[in-house]
């Protein structure tokens, strides 16, 4: 699975949307880009996965760059409960269905 | 909305003793997995399950561990004898088929090993 690179941390007033950033460089073709959050030690919750067109759904909206090489997790309205830490995976579909956690972004909603 | 379910939420032991992690995953799943996180460190894979078998497992998941799905909703993971390092969140995950597809996460199970 090819590596990501995501900001340590980020910050976000509550209400802006939050942008969340990942380079995935290497990716390959049949490879998707998965977004993972973990609030406070709970279980990782899925947010939203793509290939190559921009996807959207009740949580959030990923922006995937042309050549691929780069995402951008877009929370519209970011609310205090949006603080987390934000996981972007890239994996195929071969071999087994592991998930490799990175160690994220850090994003802290404020007032 | 279905969810996946864990118990006990915590757990603690001396080391050296056998612990049993247990997991009830979303009814219509049939693939499930196994993670850990040490307090502090990223959430890694130990292993995942399909058919009755281990389809993948970590370096982690070595011969002190193992999972079964003794019946229809139950999926659990033993650690034979605890060690100090052993002491993490657990999470269970299932999903629904393979490929492109979403895990869901169990909220953990933090075990102490004394």
């Known amino acids: 699975d090819a590596k990501t690179t995501q900001p340590t941390s980020m910050d976000c007033a509550e209400g802006r949307a939050a942008n969340l950033p990942c380079n995935h460089s290497?990716?390959?073709?049949?490879?998707?880009v998965y977004w993972y959050r973990q609030i406070h030690s709970q279980g990782p919750q899925y947010i939203i996965h793509?290939?190559?067109n921009n996807e959207t759904n009740e949580m959030a909206s990923l922006i995937i760059t042309e050549d691929r090489k780069s995402s951008t997790l877009i929370l519209p309205h970011a609310t205090l409960r949006d603080t987390a830490v934000y996981y972007c995976?890239?994996?195929?579909?071969?071999?087994?269905?592991?998930?490799?956690f990175g160690t994220g972004t850090q994003l802290k909603v404020e007032l | 909305e279905p969810e996946v379910t864990q118990t006990p939420s915590h757990q603690v032991t001396q080391m050296g003793q056998e612990v049993i992690l247990r997991c009830v995953p979303i009814?219509?799943?049939?693939?499930f997995y196994w993670y850990r996180q040490i307090l502090g460190q990223k959430v890694e894979f130990l292993v995942s399950?399909?058919?009755?078998?281990?389809?993948?497992k970590s370096e982690i998941f070595d011969d002190q561990f193992s999972v079964e799905r003794p019946d229809g909703s139950n999926f659990t993971l033993k650690i034979r004898s605890t060690k100090l390092e052993d002491s993490a969140m657990y999470f269970c995950?299932?999903?629904?088929?393979?490929?492109?597809?979403?895990?869901?996460f169990g909220p953990g199970t933090r075990l102490t090993v004394l």
């Open positions: 793509g290939l190559k």
């Open positions: 995976i890239v994996r195929g579909t071969g071999g087994g269905n592991k998930l490799t």
């Open positions: 399950f399909y058919n009755n078998e281990i389809s993948e």
């Open positions: 995950a299932s999903a629904n088929r393979l490929g492109y597809n979403e895990q869901f």
């Open positions: 009814s219509n799943h049939l693939y």
């Open positions: 290497t990716i390959s073709g049949n490879e998707y």
